[in-house]
């Protein structure tokens, strides 16, 4: 699939940019011309996955956040999140509804919410090194770009 655009950014772990990151990748999806329902979805997905770094990888310890968007031929767009964490030793146990690691106030909702908004999340970690969370979304077109 050719990539008709693409940033890259390196947030530090810290709560502080999780809307930071929310706002670049829906800003850079806007050229795409989403419905504010398909923006909604990827600021969500977003949060959720830069979360996921903030509170699991790094335990709430400093660390550094990859973010990576492309735009598709296919007017969809490609977020990659990476981390360079602790890793998630069991990936399908992880993606489970109401899974958490961590309990207290958290749900254990991510994944299934990342899955919920996104057309497609791939997941791959290696305990001690990481994890990459990859999130596709389809834009709708609404108007005929080619007319």
Do not use: W
């Not at 994944?111 to 994890?131: C, H, L, Q, R």
């Amino acid at each position: 699939m050719q990539v008709n655009n693409k940033f890259s950014m390196t947030l530090m772990s810290r709560s502080a940019n999780e809307s930071f990151a929310r706002a670049c990748v829906s800003a850079f999806a806007t050229q795409l011309d989403p419905t504010l329902e398909e923006i909604s979805d990827i600021k969500t997905a977003v949060s959720e996955a830069v979360t996921n770094c903030i509170v699991h990888a790094y335990d709430n310890k400093p660390g550094n956040i990859y973010i990576t968007a492309e735009l598709l031929e296919d007017n969809s767009i490609r977020i990659k999140i990476r981390d360079r964490g602790c890793g998630i030793e069991n990936v399908s146990r992880a993606m489970e509804p109401l899974y958490t690691t961590v309990g207290g106030e958290r749900a254990g909702l991510g994944f299934a919410v990342m899955t919920s908004f996104m057309d497609k999340v791939k997941v791959i970690s290696v305990p001690g090194k990481g994890t990459t969370v990859t999130m596709i979304k389809k834009i709708s077109r609404r108007f005929n770009l080619n007319a």
